[in-house]
Each structure stands twice: as structure tokens, then as C-alpha cells.
T-cell receptor
């Protein structure tokens, strides 16, 4: 069975600080997909990134970067120079390639608050 | 069109009412999903449709009844709900059905229907 753990329930930082959100996953599949979503107070889930298990290259998109390490089953997310608009709940999610459905298993989420 | 559209955005219903949530996508996706999200919790899968056929029902009570009239539409019919069913209901779609690795591509969520049962 697949499982995603986000140990940080809440994080508060001051604007312009860097912040890293941790994500650890468990799966028996060799092919799987990892996601990060942002959920602002308005409720919609905003897609940030998808990585497959064969691509361990780190990725940078503007102030966002992701560090995927299969050896530690982690897929951490860093926001550089955080801004108040980054305040939201962030979910890490996993989908296995095998099986009959492409459901996403979500971690419990990390509430990020960026203070001005 | 890269959106999943959900209507209504907000719904208040009594425990004896019958209502429906609607979800629509025009991305050619062949898998569609219903998730339920309670406050301060992650989304939880309810149903999966693949090529308009129900492929997953995660032990959801019968007062929730999904329907997939065609490849672009997904409905969730609600009847005799309880106050604890109040939640954000999210629809999602993905490419290529649910079989194989490609099924995951394009996974897109709608903005949700916030349901309150009184």
C-alpha cells in the first residue's frame, strides 16, 4: 500500500525567508509519480509539479525547487524568498503506475504561513 | 481548454433534499474522479470512472450516487445526507483512462463544491 508522510503540520516564516516542506513516501512499485499541490484558502488545488520515479533530476521553477531522492524516499519542496502569497496548505501526493486506478494518495498537508 | 469545471461552487441542503454536483472537462480525458475533503484534512478518493465505467468505489455510502453520462461529464447525486457529509467535494480528470503509466498525465482538479448539510 502506498503512503505519504508530511511530518510538518504547520510552518511559519517571515517574508523573504527560505522554507523547505518535507515529504516522505512509501510504495512497493518501481514506477510511480509524485506530485505537489498548493491549496489556498479559496479551496482549489493548484498543481505545482509532477515527477516520475525514473527522473531524479532536481527541478527549479522560479522561486520553487524540488529535491527528489529515491534513496531516502523523499520529495522535498523549497520556496526561496517566500512571499505572503505563498501562504497556503501544501500537499504532497503519490500515484502508483500499477493497479486499476490512478488515484492520488495525499499526505496530510503542511500549512505554510508567511508573515509580512 | 485545460480546466475542470464544477458547479455549483457552494451548496446548502437539508437532510431530506436531493441535489446533484456536476463536473465537466473538455480535455479529452478518459478518467474522472470524485474526492471528498474535510476541513484541515487531505482529499480522499470516493469514486473513479474510466471510459465512462465505474472502476473504483471506495466504500462510499449509498446516499452518494455517481453518474458518468459521457466522457466529458461526471455527476454526484446526493440524497438523505448527514451533517457530517459537509465537506469540499473535488472533481478531477486525467488522460488516457486509468490503465498504464500514461493514465496519470494531465491530472487536473476542479475548484470544488463546498457542501453544507443542515
Amino acid at each position: 500500500a502506498q503512503k505519504v508522510t508530511q511530518a510538518q503540520t504547520e510552518i511559519s516564516v517571515v517574508e523573504k525567508e527560505d522554507v523547505t516542506l518535507d515529504c516522505v513516501y512509501e510504495t512497493r512499485d518501481t514506477t510511480y509519480y509524485l506530485f505537489w499541490y498548493k491549496q489556498p484558502p479559496s479551496g482549489e488545488l493548484v498543481f505545482l509539479i509532477r515527477r516520475n520515479s525514473f527522473d531524479e533530476q532536481n527541478e527549479i521553477s522560479g522561486r520553487y525547487s524540488w529535491n527528489f531522492q529515491k534513496s531516502t524516499s523523499s520529495f522535498n519542496f523549497t520556496i526561496t524568498a517566500s512571499q505572503v502569497v505563498d501562504s497556503a496548505v501544501y500537499f504532497c501526493a503519490l500515484s502508483e503506475a500499477s493497479g486499476s486506478a490512478r488515484q492520488l494518495t495525499f499526505g496530510s498537508g503542511t500549512q505554510l504561513t508567511v508573515l509580512p | 481548454d485545460t480546466e475542470v469545471t464544477q458547479t455549483p461552487k457552494h451548496l446548502v441542503m437539508g437532510m431530506t433534499n436531493k441535489k446533484s454536483l456536476k463536473c465537466e472537462q473538455h480535455m479529452g480525458h478518459r478518467a474522472m474522479y470524485w474526492y471528498k475533503q474535510k476541513a484541515k484534512k487531505p482529499p480522499e478518493l470516493m469514486f473513479v470512472y474510466s471510459y465512462e465505467k465505474l472502476s473504483i468505489n471506495e466504500s462510499v455510502p449509498s446516499r452518494f450516487s455517481p453518474e458518468c453520462p459521457n466522457s466529458s461529464l461526471l455527476n454526484l447525486h446526493l440524497h438523505a445526507l448527514q451533517p457530517e457529509d459537509s465537506a469540499l467535494y473535488l472533481c478531477a480528470s486525467s488522460q488516457g483512462g486509468t490503465g498504464g503509466a500514461t493514465g496519470i498525465y494531465g491530472y487536473t482538479f476542479g475548484s470544488g463544491t463546498r457542501l453544507t448539510v443542515v
